[in-house]
T-cell receptor
Framework: EAGVAQSPRYKIIEKRQSVAFWCNPI?????LYWYQQILGQGPKLLIQ????????DSQLPKDRFSAERLKGVDSTLKIQPAKLEDSAVYLC??????????????FGNGTRLTVT | AQSVTQLGSHVSVSEGALVLLRCNYS??????LFWYVQYPNQGLQLLLK??????LVKGINGFEAEFKKSETSFHLTKPSAHMSDAAEYFC???????????FGQGTTLQVKP
């Protein structure tokens, strides 16, 4: 089966600019996650979708970050305006259902964002 | 709140030596525990998961982990390291309410020839 697709792979922007990341999950996967992985740290969940509804966005900095999952398939994560501390790898993951125990997460290769 | 702590951000072993990566968890309910591996410039790949059916869990690439409730640990081991095992390893616990994964800080495994 095709894996989780993410684009772009790399992005360099200046602070205060905006940026968007795209994710296409594995076909049929109802649950989609966006994680932020800062260098030297473990991934941190930003937002979790179940189909096109938000399950958990408690760690999403809503003053600058937004995400949507139209039609319950592809998803876009946006940052506007970007700050230096947003430099990180943004990982998208999907699973068949919300329970990660019964349905392991499949991760994409991530988008590496550098904010200068 | 559930959490995991990985002891040692860097571990270096010789090829053929035992690999031991440490993970301790904190959970008020029986935890669902996982180990993931991340190769350079790639996403995370599931190595193994704790099922509660057996305390010793076998995963891919010869790795295994033992769940010890008395020690709140879920350490990852491999009897003989290969050069291809060099990567970053993450221990994670599943949130009992939402199913989201909560990751540790990660341990970088270096394998020397």
């Amino acid at each position: 089966e095709a894996g989780v697709a993410q684009s772009p792979r790399y992005k360099i922007i200046e602070k205060r600019q905006s940026v968007a990341f795209w994710c296409n999950p594995i076909s049929g996967h109802a649950t989609l996650y966006w994680y932020q992985q800062i260098l030297g740290q473990g991934p941190k969940l930003l937002i979790q979708f179940q189909n096109n509804g938000v399950v958990d966005d408690s760690q999403l900095p809503k003053d600058r970050f937004s995400a949507e999952r139209l039609k319950g398939v592809d998803s876009t994560l946006k940052i506007q305006p970007a700050k230096l501390e947003d430099s990180a790898v943004y990982l998208c993951a999907s699973s068949l259902e919300a329970s990660s125990y019964n349905s392991p997460l499949h991760f994409g290769n991530g988008t590496r964002l550098t904010v200068t | 709140a559930q959490s995991v702590t990985q002891l040692g951000s860097h571990v270096s072993v010789s090829e053929g030596a035992l690999v031991l990566l440490r993970c301790n968890y904190s959970s008020s309910v029986p935890p669902y525990l996982f180990w993931y591996v991340q190769y350079p410039n790639q996403g995370l790949q599931l190595l193994l998961k704790y099922t509660s059916a057996a305390t010793l869990v076998k995963g891919i690439n010869g790795f295994e982990a033992e769940f010890k409730k008395s020690e709140t640990s879920f350490h990852l081991t491999k009897p003989s390291a290969h050069m291809s095992d060099a990567a970053e390893y993450f221990c994670a616990v599943s949130d009992s309410n939402t199913g989201k994964l909560i990751f540790g800080q990660g341990t970088t495994l270096q394998v020397k020839p």
